[in-house]
């Protein structure tokens, strides 16, 4: 790999690191304002809003400029959304405006892997970028949960600035502001991200043709017979990735008796396995073979339900690493296959729109279900079952779908075989 691959890494760790240090920043503050519990998942939502509503634009915009500019646009943005968090705008609207950045970041992060590298590489490079990606969640949720934790907050509040009085007051300012200096430190990595010298589509002004290239580019996607099994599987990953984070900040309480800080070190620990899955993904699949680890994703829904039964942290962390490196191992082959698939089809920029489009959709479906699950009082513990059942018998539907393809596929190989 070239130096500019690992700038490009670089830029992406500081930037999710902030992102999820935050999300833990958010919820600690949504607490603090004795908001209704149901908005904890509401976060989320917010966050991936504007993944969907602009999946149109972002594509075009990843597509029409050298991408290290779109990576430096978005940091900015995410820098805005921290500030007025800040300034005590409410944390649902301050996320979204976070989010607003991260929808403009995703295209742009990672259509220049399938610029800047060979399709060879690409297996191993999204290994590198979800486990850096992954670490970041790890490291975000750790901080965010240490810069909580009222005698790390305090020691940090009593710290001051020689001459300059600064306005950090509280246990939420001051987890916001070492947010914001990370969220910089992103920004002046992506000034050195290289440019790949490809050719950049002008930005088209018409909002409806913008919108008619989006719809054909999803219909051009979820046609394609590997692209529509790569798409299903990153879709119902990301979806039940982001239930699971509140899920298990919900069910460490309800059964381990943990607070907010201690708990988010739990979300770290499922980060762990992903990374773990997603290197021995990087290092055994290969982009040929990539279909091949769809079950896992069935045995992942199933091995979820086992969370019922544990009581103690130390049969939680273990249980928590497997489920995360089930994660990571399937769908890491997958998300490099798409990628594959949609630069074929359509470029790099629209291909990862399309992919954000799905994805955050089913984040919004997914998250929206589980606000109102916790909102009509259902045990954690039954949502975790119906979770585990939904992730299981949906990855079923998926295989069932790629065997049918593949049987149709050899069909016509056999056709176009004969003798006429």
């Given at each position: 790999?070239?130096?500019?691959?690992?700038?490009?890494?670089?830029?992406?760790?500081?930037?999710?690191?902030?992102?999820?240090?935050?999300?833990?920043?958010?919820?600690?503050?949504?607490?603090?304002?004795?908001?209704?519990?149901?908005?904890?998942?509401?976060?989320?939502?917010?966050?991936?809003?504007?993944?969907?509503?602009?999946?149109?634009?972002?594509?075009?915009?990843?597509?029409?400029?050298?991408?290290?500019?779109?990576?430096?646009?978005?940091?900015?943005?995410?820098?805005?959304?921290?500030?007025?968090?800040?300034?005590?705008?409410?944390?649902?609207?301050?996320?979204?405006?976070?989010?607003?950045?991260?929808?403009?970041?995703?295209?742009?992060?990672?259509?220049?892997?399938?610029?800047?590298?060979?399709?060879?590489?690409?297996?191993?490079?999204?290994?590198?970028?979800?486990?850096?990606?992954?670490?970041?969640?790890?490291?975000?949720?750790?901080?965010?949960?240490?810069?909580?934790?009222?005698?790390?907050?305090?020691?940090?509040?009593?710290?001051?600035?020689?001459?300059?009085?600064?306005?950090?007051?509280?246990?939420?300012?001051?987890?916001?502001?070492?947010?914001?200096?990370?969220?910089?430190?992103?920004?002046?990595?992506?000034?050195?991200?290289?440019?790949?010298?490809?050719?950049?589509?002008?930005?088209?002004?018409?909002?409806?043709?913008?919108?008619?290239?989006?719809?054909?580019?999803?219909?051009?996607?979820?046609?394609?017979?590997?692209?529509?099994?790569?798409?299903?599987?990153?879709?119902?990953?990301?979806g039940a990735g982001a239930t699971l984070q509140f899920i298990v900040i919900k069910w460490a309480d309800?059964?381990?008796?943990?607070?907010?800080?201690?708990?988010?070190?739990?979300?770290?620990?499922?980060?762990?396995?992903?990374?773990?899955?997603?290197?021995?993904?990087?290092?055994?699949?290969?982009?040929?073979?990539?279909?091949?680890?769809?079950?896992?994703?069935?045995?992942?829904?199933?091995?979820?339900?086992?969370?019922?039964?544990?009581?103690?942290?130390?049969?939680?962390?273990?249980?928590?690493?497997?489920?995360?490196?089930?994660?990571?191992?399937?769908?890491?082959?997958?998300?490099?296959?798409?990628?594959?698939?949609?630069?074929?089809?359509?470029?790099?920029?629209?291909?990862?729109?399309?992919?954000?489009?799905?994805?955050?959709?089913?984040?919004?479906?997914?998250?929206?279900?589980?606000?109102?699950?916790?909102?009509?009082?259902?045990?954690?513990?039954?949502?975790?079952?119906?979770?585990?059942?939904?992730?299981?018998?949906?990855?079923?539907?998926?295989?069932?779908?790629?065997?049918?393809?593949?049987?149709?596929?050899?069909?016509?190989?056999?056709?176009?075989?004969?003798?006429?």
């Amino acid at each position: 790999m070239q130096l500019g691959f690992y700038i490009i890494m670089a830029a992406q760790f500081f930037s999710a690191l902030a992102d999820n240090a935050l999300l833990i920043a958010a919820i600690y503050t949504l607490r603090d304002m004795s908001a209704p519990r149901e908005y904890e998942p509401l976060l989320k939502l917010f966050f991936t809003v504007s993944y969907v509503a602009l999946a149109a634009f972002v594509g075009a915009f990843a597509d029409s400029m050298p991408k290290w500019r779109v990576m430096f646009i978005s940091n900015g943005i995410k820098i805005l959304g921290c500030g007025l968090m800040f300034m005590h705008v409410h944390p649902l609207v301050a996320y979204a405006v976070v989010g607003l950045g991260a929808a403009a970041y995703s295209p742009a992060k990672y259509g220049i892997l399938t610029e800047y590298l060979p399709h060879r590489l690409l297996v191993v490079a999204n290994g590198w970028i979800e486990g850096l990606t992954v670490g970041a969640i790890i490291l975000g949720t750790v901080l965010g949960g240490l810069l909580i934790k009222p005698e790390i907050a305090q020691s940090l509040l009593s710290f001051d600035m020689p001459v300059i009085d600064t306005p950090v007051d509280t246990v939420t300012e001051m987890a916001l502001v070492v947010v914001g200096l990370l969220y910089l430190v992103a920004a002046i990595f992506n000034l050195y991200v290289p440019d790949t010298g490809v050719d950049h589509k002008p930005l088209k002004k018409n909002p409806i043709y913008l919108l008619h290239e989006f719809g054909h580019c999803l219909a051009l996607l979820w046609r394609d017979r590997l692209g529509q099994i790569s798409l299903a599987v990153t879709t119902l990953f990301w979806g039940a990735g982001a239930t699971l984070q509140f899920i298990v900040i919900k069910w460490a309480d309800a059964a381990l008796h943990l607070d907010l800080s201690k708990s988010s070190m739990l979300q770290g620990v499922v980060a762990v396995g992903v990374a773990l899955g997603a290197t021995l993904a990087a290092k055994w699949i290969t982009l040929r073979k990539s279909v091949r680890v769809i079950p896992l994703g069935i045995v992942m829904g199933l091995v979820v339900i086992i969370m019922n039964y544990v009581t103690t942290v130390e049969v939680a962390v273990p249980l928590l690493v497997v489920i995360g490196a089930l994660s990571g191992f399937f769908v890491v082959p997958m998300n490099a296959l798409l990628q594959h698939r949609g630069h074929i089809l359509m470029g790099a920029g629209h291909s990862i729109a399309v992919q954000n489009f799905n994805e955050n959709l089913s984040i919004l479906v997914m998250t929206g279900l589980y606000a109102l699950m916790i909102r009509a009082d259902l045990s954690v513990f039954t949502v975790i079952t119906l979770f585990g059942l939904f992730v299981a018998a949906a990855m079923t539907l998926v295989r069932y779908r790629h065997l049918l393809n593949q049987r149709k596929h050899d069909d016509v190989a056999h056709l176009d075989d004969s003798p006429h």
